[in-house]
């Protein structure tokens, strides 16, 4: 039985990995699972490590699809990078939260927008402090 939702995702994460790759970048692993975290992409440039979330949609109707990785999303995204870290330590590297939105349209087309940097660390660890921001 398919699931179009899941089907709709591995669509955008495949774009979205090839759109990596084409621009130099080297997929690490895909929808990996680290401290209880889905990851759809770890990529990595250089001594660069780049934990992707890959947001895929076929309208707006429930807003723009970078608009879904909010402050929950964010931390979440910091822990499971932080487990995976533990298990493939970047010695002397960068790391960094980037967000592929992939806009699927009725005739056939696709847009796609990679936000490098979108969050860093202290944007999504706030969410973990007592009283917030």
């Known amino acids: 039985m398919s699931n179009p939702r899941l089907e709709l995702g591995a669509a ?3 774009l979205a990995a090839a759109h990596l790759e084409r621009a130099g970048y080297r997929i690490l692993a895909r ?3 680290a401290g209880g975290v889905e990851m759809d992409l770890v ?3 250089g001594r660069l490590r780049a934990f992707v979330e890959v947001k895929t949609r076929r309208g707006r109707s ?3 699809p970078a ?5 929950r999303k964010q931390a979440r995204l910091l822990r499971g990078a932080t487990a995976w870290l533990r298990e493939h330590p970047l010695r002397g590297g960068r790391v960094r939260f980037d967000v592929v939105t992939v806009e699927l349209h009725p005739d056939g ?3 796609l927008l990679h936000w490098p940097g979108a969050f860093d660390a202290s944007d999504a660890e706030w969410t973990r402090t007592p009283g917030g921001r």
């Open 12 to 14: 955008g994460e495949q």
């Open 31 to 33: 929808n990996v699972r």
């Open 43 to 45: 990529a990595a440039r």
């Open 62 to 64: 429930h807003g723009h």
């Open 67 to 71: 608009e879904a990785v909010d402050r």
């Open 109 to 111: 087309s696709s847009e």
